[in-house]
């Protein structure tokens, strides 16, 4: 199973603060996932799909408790994901159109609403089952143990705006971006998510994000040092030959008896520790030397070199 898909599944089975929030979250289920089908005057179809199980039998019962609604389920396998997919038909009675305008999925004329229908989003609670149900309709976020992203796709603009207000009202910054004739209302941050989670109730996703953080985190850090070390002792190793190919030059050119006792020192240490930093060589000096001084006696050395290679 996805993330998305236990995301779905979690916030399926959030129980409801008040009385309204459940038919804020059917109403915010119908608007996006759902499709109006319009044959006279009054009559109105209706057909949800989902391929999560709990949120098809979220839709049917909330349809039949708040509404009294008849509905046909039928399951249909994809060919091509090979997973099942439900479709919930709502088929022409009376009071559908009346559940309709309720649900703010029909204006008071017979139009269409095009927005979010404040009455549905008063209370903090409502908000949260509002976009909870958004979210359960056409929501998509990604594994955490990747790049973090989160979306939202609706069709209406309108409807978009209204569900970025909910959002920032309650600290979530949202943005807005138009995808060919729909709308992605899409978060990028992984503290943005986080929070969108608590907010809705998906509170064990929302844990297991943090996790997923914290590890991915440790990795980068660890990962960040690793390479940092690595880019360090190759570049000491890098030092460490050119300082040997000095040395030869200087011994052809001058011979080891003819050098200042510092310097034969360190060309014994140097030739002794190859792989050995300026400061592990002074550490290893009778008496030990500072980094600088070691690191003086290898200037002498290749400037010599320099010398004895004509410039």
């Known amino acids: 199973m996805s993330f998305t898909s236990e995301v779905k599944d979690e916030l399926a089975r959030v129980e409801p ?3 309204h929030c459940e038919k804020a979250t059917l ?23 989902t391929d999560v199980p709990s949120v098809a039998r979220l839709i ?19 060919v091509l994901h090979k997973t099942p997919n439900y479709l919930i038909e709502v088929p022409a009675q009376p009071h559908f159109a009346e559940a309709l305008v309720d649900m703010g999925v029909l204006a008071a004329d ?36 990747g790049d973090f992203h989160f979306e939202i796709t609706v069709e209406s603009e309108v409807l978009a705006e209204g569900i970025v207000e909910v959002l ?11 995808r060919r004739s729909s709308f992605m209302v899409y978060l990028k ?3 943005a998510i986080l929070e969108f989670l608590a907010f809705t109730g998906a509170h064990q996703s929302a844990l297991a994000m943090e996790n997923a953080r914290v590890i991915k985190s440790v990795r980068n850090d660890v990962n960040r040092m690793t390479n940092a070390e690595v880019a360090n002792q190759a570049k000491a190793a890098s030092a460490s030959v050119d300082q040997l190919f000095a040395i030869r030059t200087v ?3 001058h011979g080891m008896e003819n050098l200042p006792p510092a310097l034969q020192d360190f060309i014994k240490l140097r030739v002794a520790y190859p792989d050995a930093t300026l400061k592990e060589l002074g550490e290893r000096a009778n008496p030990p030397l500072s980094k600088s001084a070691v690191y003086h006696r290898v200037r002498r050395i290749e400037q010599m070199a320099k010398e004895a290679r004509g410039g």
């Open 27 to 49: 109403a915010a289920l119908v608007r996006i996932e759902g499709t109006l089908f319009f044959s006279g005057q009054g009559k109105y179809r209706l057909e949800v799909a």
């Open 110 to 145: 017979g139009g269409l609403e095009m927005g979010l229908k404040p009455q549905l989003v008063e209370k903090r609670c409502c908000a949260a089952a509002y976009v909870r149900g958004a979210f359960l309709g056409s929501g998509f976020v990604s594994d955490p143990r």
């Open 17 to 19: 603060t008040c009385s």
């Open 60 to 78: 049917i019962r909330l349809l039949h408790e708040l509404y009294h609604l008849k509905t046909d389920l039928t399951v249909r396998r994809s």
């Open 251 to 253: 011994l052809e050119a």
């Open 189 to 191: 941050s992984g503290s």
């Open 168 to 178: 920032e009202a309650k600290g979530i910054k949202a943005r807005i971006m138009q």
